[in-house]
């Protein structure tokens, strides 16, 4: 298959349903002539997991909970047997105890809950980072690229603790684009607007919030996994190669709005 990411091998973690982030990323990927690998973390998503990677012609799933170091380096050292380099790094995962996304932040907020949002959300990506870095060097152009949301730069309802969790992974963007830019790794993020995934499914008032924000987006309307995975081909695409340490908005354009329409 020919596309701008032919020969490419990219590793995809945070599949948890076909209607995930990463599932809408390895189709686009999948779609620019990539070769794919997938994680998964617990038993129960092994199965859907592997259905989504056989779509793709791809039979490389690993287990990774990134809680653990242990399974980190053992996702390395397996995709060695596979692959003996990688371009493409995704990370698609983002946590926090249920009980901190409603109510107000400081009602909700616990050292222990903060604790795990910043763990799962934003230091998994340093962690997934610098265990893939010795895989990744040495390429042409290669990319990492992470998932993010407006909750890092405003202040939203319900979004609490991950707003946090948010700014520092996108903190943690520019910091490994720093050091990693002279190993020719990129390294960038896409705050995608609300889009009804696993994660957000669990959340009272979604619905609502995602009809409030189409209402107000200059296109009017919502993006789907597939917008967001197009923009991440791109981006991890050497028709990027001249962008690191970014956060690009694929948002339908909501961000830019100074006033909710009346
Ligand atoms: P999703 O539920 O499909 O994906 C979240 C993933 O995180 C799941 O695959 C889950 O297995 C994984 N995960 C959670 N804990 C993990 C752990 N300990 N180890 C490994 N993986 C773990 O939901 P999604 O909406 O596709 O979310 C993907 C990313 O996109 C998240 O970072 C989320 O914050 C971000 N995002 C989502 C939206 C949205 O509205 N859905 C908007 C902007 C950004
Ligand atoms: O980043 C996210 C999802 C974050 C998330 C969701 C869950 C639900 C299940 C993190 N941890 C958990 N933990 C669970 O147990 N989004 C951008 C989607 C999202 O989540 C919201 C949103 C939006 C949008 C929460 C409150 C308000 C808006």
Redesign the pocket.
């Known amino acids: 298959m020919s596309g701008f990411l032919t020969g490419k091998r990219a590793l995809i973690t945070g599949i948890a349903s076909p209607r995930s982030i990463a599932a809408g990323i390895a189709e686009a990927l999948a779609a620019q002539g990539a070769e794919l690998a997938f994680t998964y973390v617990g038993d129960k998503l092994q199965g859907r997991v592997e259905a989504v990677a056989e779509q793709h012609g791809s039979s490389i799933v690993l287990p990774c909970d990134v809680a653990s170091d242990a399974d980190i380096d053992g996702l390395m050292d397996k995709l060695a047997g596979h692959w003996d380099g990688f371009d493409i790094l995704i990370h698609s995962i ?5 009980e901190l ?1 409603k109510g107000g932040y400081l009602e909700s907020v616990t050292r222990e809950g903060f604790h795990i949002a910043h763990d799962i ?1 934003a230091y998994s990506f340093a962690a997934l980072g610098k265990a893939a870095r010795p895989m990744m060097a040495k390429r042409d152009d290669a990319a990492m690229l992470t998932l993010t ?1 407006l ?1 890092a730069d405003k202040a ?5 603790v ?1 707003g946090p969790a ?1 700014a520092s992974l996108e903190a943690n963007v520019r910091y490994m684009a720093a050091e990693l830019g002279r190993e020719q790794i990129r390294v960038n993020g896409i705050s995608a607007g ?1 889009i009804k995934t696993l ?2 499914a ?2 009272s ?2 619905r609502d ?1 995602q009809a409030a924000t189409a209402n107000a987006a200059p296109l009017g309307r919502n993006v789907t996994a597939l917008e967001v995975g197009n923009t991440a081909a791109f981006l991890c695409s050497p028709l990027a190669s001249g962008v690191t340490g970014e956060i690009v908005f694929v948002d339908a354009g909501y961000n830019i709005m100074g006033m909710p329409p009346g």
């Open positions: 983002g946590f926090a105890p249920r996304l959300s949301y909750g939203l309802p319900s979004y609490n991950m948010k609300p994660a957000a669990g959340i008032g979604f919030m």
